[in-house]
């Protein structure tokens, strides 16, 4: 996700396959979830591609609250979708059509979308900082996310840092 980066967002990228998303974002304080996919399936029309939503077939399709975005590259064309989540998860193995050159399609508003990252929705995940007292005396950034409701995964995740 370096083109986050190039638009000012912080992005911490995990590590492992644990987590359904694959980036988090920052922004004022507050982090966002994303799922990144990218594409270069041409659709028969010759000017639109299909973008997977789901995971890999060994895996059940993503539900609602898994992740907060969906970021699509097509990379043909080097255009990025910044598209919530709550528009293309269904609960089912699913595809959307990307058509960048067509004004008005479906997923038009959404196409170098990055301002919706800026504006995190939501109590995903909270930061705090410890210190023992000033500067350089080992203080810590935490990040956590609160309790699943949806059951998967439950408990905290919690991610520390030593500050200069």
């Known amino acids: ?20 998303y694959d980036v988090a974002i920052e922004a004022s304080g507050r982090f966002v979830r994303v799922q990144v996919k990218s594409t270069m399936c041409r659709c028969r029309n010759g000017r ?58 479906k997923y038009e508003p959404y196409k170098e979308a990055w301002g919706l990252l800026r504006r995190p929705r939501g109590r995903a995940f909270r930061v705090s900082r410890s210190s023992a007292g000033g500067p350089g005396d080992g203080a810590q950034l935490t990040l956590e996310r609160a309790p699943s409701k949806l059951g998967s995964g439950g408990g905290f995740l919690r991610v520390g840092a030593a500050l200069p």
């Open 48 to 105: 639109s591609y299909a973008c997977a939503t789901h995971p890999n077939q060994r895996t059940h399709p993503y539900r609602r609250r898994e992740f907060d975005f969906l970021a699509a590259y097509v990379i043909p064309e080097d255009v990025w979708y910044i598209i919530p989540a709550r528009l293309v998860i269904h609960g089912r193995m699913g595809m959307i059509i990307l058509t960048p050159s067509l004004p008005g399609h």
């Open 1 to 20: 996700m370096a083109r986050a980066a190039e638009e000012g967002l912080g992005v911490l990228r995990l590590t492992g396959d644990s987590a359904r």
